[in-house]
């Protein structure tokens, strides 16, 4: 961690400057500035950037008025020369820029063309001097995005502040910066650009995510009304004996988890306690605590296994570990950590599902059951490392203590999962390992809101006087319903806006398709429907469609079905669910 304050960093931007002055001297020169500037974003915007509010001019995220900077004598980077140059390095590396609409908007703005850049202001004296005079006798410090880009390049440098070292050799070639869609520009166009001019290599990739808003209005500590306190609402979550580190998991969680990193999300206290109680508390803390308890009172050791040859029937078990080893490293890969989780609670689940099946309390009661007890605990034991490991880079607490308490020590405690993990021999199991996550009961949501809550973030609307209330017509019969679910119960499912990509129909099945539907996931998932008799295959191409998108996969017709897609209808389709605007493959459906 590195400040911009910080020595090293102060001499690393000089050695920045320097570089570009050696490389190519003709991209830095003495001219004079004026436009519209926004101290919030610490940027300068043209009018058609902006809002109109009257005689005022405001800034587009803050909502506040920007200033005019007259004429200011600045040093320039000549950023028009480097409009080719980037076009070039994002076509030839086309993983760049992510996602891919971010990409694209970046590829348009370099097509229109670039301005040179003021990356010196002489009205203030706080920053970074820049490192050579100018001849009007004028002090300049550095502007800020010179200065606060080089802070990811700074922190792997050697104390002296030259450009270069060990650690840069070793990092630099694998750094991907995860900035906010707001800077995007910043950091995909002028970044870039200095370390072309300075003949410094660039980092490997560059991804935006979307911002959290409350109503629709991005989440502001300047706003009060979406201001929420990430902080006090992580020690708000510790409501367990492992306190405030179990919280900040928690929080993590719900964040990568809701909704696609790259994408907008709306927060609501409603969706955390529904994830938390739901996915935390109920699925993985309920399989921690179940099995390890069992392991604790049982004198069987996971490590007395029964040779595997005589265990085929829990080799599908094995398998699921396995493929979510695998599927939730290519979603870390791809930058996607809410499909990762996605991948791991399948292995959450089918863990769950395992102790439901074996019942190890029924085995534990017949002594002749004894290897097969030691089998059933060797793999939920190896199952609960596996998840450890795998949560581990967004549920750090979590991932640690899930090792060690099925005795993983040493290296181990840090090496990536592998499906020879299941396999190994067991350490010691904890004899005493804490809840993780207990569920949040009404008494302990409302506690939680009465702490964090800022005016009416919880209702959802803006305070108001209460209005006169006046008789309301009576309301019509409402339709029989099914028996009532809970909140938990429904925030299991995973519904998510597709695009059917591909339809075709199921041979000799007359009410079947088969689809191909983009969730924003890595490929395709493979769905039958029985809608055939409402849709042509030809009118579901193209078309949004709302996909429950985490049910187990079967087979229907031999083809394996990865999904649902709602439609109305009771005895025959009417007709698909859908939305009323435009979204986002894998967007949130609640």
Not at 187 to 199: E, G, Q, R
Not at 372 to 388: C, P, R, T, W, Y
Not at 431 to 460: C, E, H, S, W, Y
Not at 472 to 483: D, K, M, R
Request: glycine share 6%; net charge neutral.
């Amino acid at each position: 961690f590195i400040r911009t304050t910080d020595p090293k960093h102060k001499k690393v931007v000089a050695d920045l400057w320097r570089h570009i002055r050696k490389h190519n001297p003709d991209d830095l020169y003495l001219a004079s500035y004026q436009g519209w500037y926004c101290v919030g974003c610490e940027a300068f915007y043209t009018e058609s950037q902006l809002v109109k509010d009257g005689s005022d001019w405001l800034c587009a995220v803050h909502k506040k008025p920007v200033e005019w900077i007259d004429k200011e004598r600045s040093w320039f980077f000549r950023l028009s020369k480097y409009a080719e140059p980037l076009l070039r390095h994002i076509e030839q590396n086309p993983d760049f820029i992510r996602p891919d609409a971010y990409r694209n908007e970046i590829v348009s703005f370099l097509k229109s063309g670039l301005k040179d850049l003021s990356v010196s202001r002489t009205s203030f004296a706080w920053g970074i001097p820049v490192p050579e005079e100018d001849k009007e006798g004028l002090h300049h410090v550095i502007y800020v995005w010179m200065d606060a880009l080089t802070n990811y390049l700074s922190d792997l440098c050697p104390p002296d502040g030259t450009i270069g070292g060990p650690d840069v050799e070793k990092y630099w070639p694998h750094a991907i910066h995860v900035i906010g869609k707001d800077i995007l520009r910043f950091h995909t166009v002028y970044w870039p650009a200095f370390l072309m001019a300075a003949n410094l290599p660039l980092p490997k990739g560059i991804f935006a995510h979307g911002w959290w808003t409350v109503r629709g209005e991005k989440i502001s500590k300047s706003m009060p009304a979406t201001r929420i306190d990430p902080v006090k609402l992580a020690d708000a979550l510790a409501v367990g004996p492992l306190g405030r580190p179990i919280g900040i998991d928690a929080m993590r969680y719900y964040l990568l988890r809701e909704v696609p990193l790259g994408l907008d999300g709306d927060f609501t206290f409603e969706s955390l306690f529904g994830r938390f109680n739901a996915e935390l508390a109920n699925d993985l803390g309920n399989l921690v605590n179940r099995s390890l308890t069992l392991m604790a009172k049982s004198s069987l050791h996971p490590a007395h296994a029964m040779p595997l040859a005589e265990v085929d029937k829990h080799a599908s078990f094995v398998k699921v570990a396995a493929d979510a080893i695998d599927n939730a490293t290519a979603e870390y890969t791809a930058m996607a950590p809410s499909r990762a989780l996605e991948a791991i609670w399948k292995l959450v689940r089918e863990a769950n599902r395992y102790v439901d099946s074996n019942q190890p309390w029924a085995l534990a009661k017949d002594p002749s059951k004894s290897a097969e007890l030691a089998h059933v605990f060797h793999n939920l034991a190896s199952a609960i490392g596996v998840i450890g490991g795998l949560v581990s880079p967004i549920l750090p607490t979590t991932g640690r203590l899930l090792r060690e308490w099925v005795g993983i020590t040493g290296a181990d405690l840090d090496a990536w999962p592998k499906a020879s993990d299941m396999l190994r021999v067991v350490g010691n199991v904890s004899k005493d390992p804490k809840p993780l996550f207990p569920r949040l009961d009404d008494a302990a949501q409302n506690k939680i809101l009465q702490q964090i809550v800022p005016g009416d973030v919880a209702t959802g609307a803006p305070a108001a006087a209460p209005a006169e209330k006046k008789a309301a017509p009576a309301p019509a019969a409402p339709a029989a319903a099914s028996s009532t679910i809970t909140y938990d119960d429904f925030a299991k499912l995973e519904l998510r806006v597709g695009k059917v990509i591909e339809a075709v129909a199921v041979p000799k099945k007359d009410k079947l398709l088969h689809l191909q539907v983009d969730l924003g996931e890595a490929k395709p998932r493979s769905i039958v429907a029985g809608i055939a008799t409402a849709y042509k295959p030809e009118q579901l191409v193209g078309k949004q469609v709302i996909v429950v998108a985490n049910l187990a996969p079967r087979k229907l017709a031999g083809l394996v079905s990865e999904g649902m897609i709602l439609a109305a209808g009771d005895e025959e389709i009417l007709g698909l669910s859908a939305i009323d605007r435009d979204a986002p493959p894998g967007t949130r459906v609640r």
